[in-house]
């Protein structure tokens, strides 16, 4: 991992909300550093997502934006595409505790209605306001209002200027090694054309995106980007497709990316709840040590012949009540078998290794429980919670092992699982674990 990009840190939300940081790095000294009256340190990249409903539904928009922000989302977007989608943003604003940034496109007043309703955040596109009057506009009426403002390039965005047609030519040369060198020219000469009326109008700060719903776009234009602005830089793939495809895509650009210091806050897309959005936004950020992680961590085994019980259901079902009921970091471990699970379970804080249709179950290395297939899912739950109690009580500390799991069979005397299961539906008396 990479030390993160310094760059001139910006604060969304109020003091209702909470503040939240995007960047950091920079100070005074910094040419990038008007206004900052003492160095920065970049903040824990944030989370953030868009809210998939009509922003003038009222209830619904309020209804999702708390369903996000108890997910864990930082900064949560609205689009205002129409008057009566800002016309809506007070009472929204009044009813949600969470940072909320306004989409705007196309039309400029949509942005000086969000900032008049107070919104945190504006998010503009240079491919579709770009009227000089116009994003000057946006920018005083941001400025007046201590609001940040994202400039969000996507890939289509269009150079206006003349100047900026051969500024876009020159840099052309200097990408033309490059697989998308035409498309980052015209990117970062957009940028600049761009980012000059803010930087005139004395407004720095700006947060930028560059997306692309491919992958290795993304990559090289945060790269390229990263070098010349030191602006917080506002991650995505977008467009990414479903929830299984988006996943991987925006996983490789956004890890690649963050993995070499680059990024500092985030928005995974995907056509789904925007729900999963943040919980899986949030699981790369723990994946790449970004943020400190909330809740359990699950380490499952892929299953293999030796597996004796129904394991892809019950990983399912330990999940699903993990992240309803554990807000401790523990680690915990669900093994199809004692003869590699171990192992392959190291470091876990609650494990439990399947065999012949039971789960032994340990705390810390220590065993626990030896428990029939049908009652692994709430003892095992139940020793997380006894367990989240005592590291809450200072009785326990995450990642001891008190003593190594030693696994009942070590010389493989279990055989192969899907045998003995396919035996015990022939009503054959299925072998036992070890000592049990
Ligand atoms: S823990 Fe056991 S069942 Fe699971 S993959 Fe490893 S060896 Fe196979």
């Known amino acids: 991992m990479q030390p993160r990009n310094p760059t001139r840190p910006i604060f969304v939300g109020d003091q209702r909300t909470g503040i939240v940081q995007i960047g950091g790095g920079i100070g005074p000294e910094h040419p990038l550093g008007h206004g900052l009256s003492a160095p920065t340190t970049a903040a824990p990249v944030s989370v953030q997502t868009m809210t998939a409903g009509y922003t003038h539904d009222i209830d619904k928009c309020v209804a999702e934006i708390h369903k996000l922000t108890a997910a864990g989302a930082d900064v949560v977007r609205v689009a205002v595409p129409e008057r009566k989608d800002t016309e809506a943003l007070p009472e929204i604003l009044a009813q949600t505790t969470v940072p909320i940034v306004a989409d705007v496109h196309f039309h400029f007043k949509r942005a000086l209605e969000a900032v008049e309703a107070g919104v945190h955040k504006i998010r503009l596109n240079p491919g579709n306001i770009n009227d000089r009057a116009q994003v000057e506009a946006v920018i005083d ?232 297939e049908d009652e692994i899912l709430d003892r095992l739950l139940d020793e997380c919670k006894a367990f989240q109690e005592r590291v809450r009580s200072g009785d326990a500390k995450l990642g001891e092992k008190k003593v190594d799991i030693v696994p009942p069979d070590p010389k493989g005397e279990l055989g192969s699982g899907w045998e003995k299961m396919a035996a015990q539906r022939m009503g054959h008396t299925p072998l036992t674990v070890e000592g049990r």
Not at 163 to 190: C, N, P, T
Not at 234 to 262: D, F, Q, Y
């Open 141 to 372: 009426a941001c400025k007046d209002k201590q609001i940040p403002i994202r400039v969000g390039v996507n890939e289509g965005s269009i150079i206006e200027r003349k100047d900026k047609q051969a500024r876009a030519k020159e840099l052309g040369a200097v990408f033309s090694d490059q697989k998308h060198g035409y498309l980052l020219s015209i990117m970062i000469a957009k940028l600049e054309e761009y980012l000059d009326i803010f930087y005139e109008r004395d407004f720095y700060d700006i947060a930028i995106s560059a997306k692309s719903m491919d992958a290795t776009v993304v990559i090289d234009a945060y790269t390229e980007i990263a070098k010349r602005f030191a602006h917080p830089l506002h991650l995505g793939v977008t467009h990414a497709g479903p929830k299984e495809t988006g996943c991987i895509r925006s996983v490789v650009a956004l890890g690649s990316l963050m993995a070499n210091g680059i990024g500092d806050t985030i928005r995974i897309s995907y056509a789904n709840d925007p729900i999963y959005e943040v919980e899986d936004g949030l699981e790369l950020l723990y994946s790449l040590g970004l943020r400190e992680r909330k809740g359990a961590e699950l380490i499952a085994c892929p299953t293999c012949g030796r597996i004796q019980v129904d394991l892809f259901s019950l990983v399912q079902d330990v999940n699903d009540k993990l992240s309803a009921e554990i807000e401790v970091p523990m680690k915990v471990a669900v093994m199809g078998c004692v003869v590699n699970g171990p192992g392959e379970a190291e470091g876990a804080d609650v494990a439990v290794f399947a065999g012949d249709r039971k789960g032994i179950i340990y705390v810390q290395g220590e065993k626990v429980a030896t428990v029939g």
